[in-house]
């Protein structure tokens, strides 16, 4: 029996974070939200409680998981040695959507690293999570709260809808503000490269080291990763998506001549763009999701996940998504679609007849 607990998101009560923090130090396992996505908590430093994560989202223990802290003080206590260049992002972007990879400390349980030399850690900046973390008195290890190679959750049901029945309790904080998980950023060994975009963007980032690269998502899932949890087909719907890229009027010329095709053949569409797409499509009959404005990567960001869940409720067969370009947050959605497509992108080169 999986118990879901209502929190408040600004506030949390003290009484609910307690019993939390009971279950996670007693080696239970406790979803919880970030800014970014729902976790998936256990103590970090208990190799048992750890083990039960991988195994309640059928994860394959060889994609380490990130350590979560209350502060950046803790952060020598779970990393071996701490570079300058992390102090300063620290500083800059703590509590927040960055995750550091850096060298591991002697406390790490293998289960946490996938036997890795390095760790990734960050300091949510949800008060809930920071409440939980605190109050357990010890790091958190967590994945995201979902089945591995689901769609990640941004609110409570989701994670109920993935992990009910496999793990102790849900802390319902509402949803989450960023939707898309935290940068994942290398400083180890050498050059500062971003392994996942996410809520932090790049070019905050270059503001403070310089260019930093991005790595690009390996293909294969068998192969040696360095991020093991960045291969494509990763956060995928159960439809069968496809993403296009390109300039704006051309993609919503070839999305609409695509979702006329499948509707002659008589496939159930659905379509994710921007709202002001939407007039330019929804005369065609199609399931429609709008992820927000294209005035604002944060809005799109943050109803990414729950517009692909909800396309998939609506018994879609296929998904036509649009790209939103490689700035700010545009990079992480991108990244993600690309994942929920397999690869399946069709880059638009002109305007089809
Ligand atoms: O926003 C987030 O990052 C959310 C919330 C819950 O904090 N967490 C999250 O965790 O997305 P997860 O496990 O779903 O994704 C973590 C990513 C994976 O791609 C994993 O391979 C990578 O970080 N990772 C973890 N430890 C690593 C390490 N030592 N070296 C390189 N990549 C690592
Ligand atoms: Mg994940």
């Excluded at 959750?153 to 849900?170: E, K, N, W, Y």
């Excluded at 499509?281 to 944060?298: F, H, K, N, Q």
């Excluded at 994942?339 to 880059?347: E, N, S, W, Y």
């Amino acid at each position: 029996m999986t118990r879901c607990l209502k929190v408040n998101p600004e506030h949390p009560e003290p009484d609910v974070i307690a019993e939390a923090a009971a279950v996670i130090r007693g080696g239970g396992l406790v979803a919880f939200p970030t800014e970014t996505v729902y976790g998936l908590g256990a103590n970090a430093l208990d190799a048992q409680a750890v083990v039960g994560i991988f195994r309640a989202k059928e994860r394959p223990s060889n994609d380490p998981l990130i350590v979560h802290l209350a502060d950046a003080a803790q952060l020598s206590s779970v990393v071996a040695e701490v570079p300058d260049v992390a102090r300063d992002l620290a500083a800059e972007f703590w509590p927040g959507p960055l995750t550091l990879v850096l060298p591991r400390g002697p406390q790490i349980p293998d289960e946490v690293t996938a036997g890795g030399d390095t760790v990734a850690v960050r300091v949510p900046a949800h008060p809930v999570a920071r409440a939980l973390i605190a109050a357990a008195g010890v790091p958190i290890a967590a994945p995201s709260a979902n089945r591995f190679g689901r769609v990640s959750p941004t609110c409570a049901d989701h994670v109920m809808a993935d992990l009910s029945g496999r793990i102790d309790l849900v802390l319902d904080g509402g949803r989450t503000q960023v939707g898309v998980e935290s940068t994942v950023l290398s400083l180890w060994p050498d050059i500062p490269t971003i392994l996942r975009p996410g809520g932090i963007a790049r070019e905050s980032l270059e503001r403070l080291l310089g260019s930093v690269d991005v790595r690009q998502p390996s293909s294969a899932e068998g192969e040696t990763l360095i991020s093991p949890g960045t291969t494509i087909k990763h956060y995928a719907p159960r439809a069968k998506t496809t993403l296009y890229r390109g300039e704006r009027e051309a993609v919503l010329a070839r999305i609409r001549r695509d979702v006329s095709d499948y509707v002659a053949k008589g496939v159930t569409v659905g379509v994710l763009a921007a709202e002001e797409d939407l007039a330019l499509l929804m005369d065609l009959p199609a399931v429609y999701r709008s992820v927000g404005s294209i005035t604002s990567m944060e809005q799109i960001a943050q109803q990414l996940f729950a517009s692909l869940r909800s396309l998939d409720a609506a018994g879609v067969m296929v998904i036509l998504a649009r790209d939103f370009g490689p700035s700010g947050l545009g990079l992480a959605i991108r990244d993600r679609l690309t994942r929920a497509a397999a690869g399946d992108v069709i880059v638009v080169t002109e305007t089809s007849d």
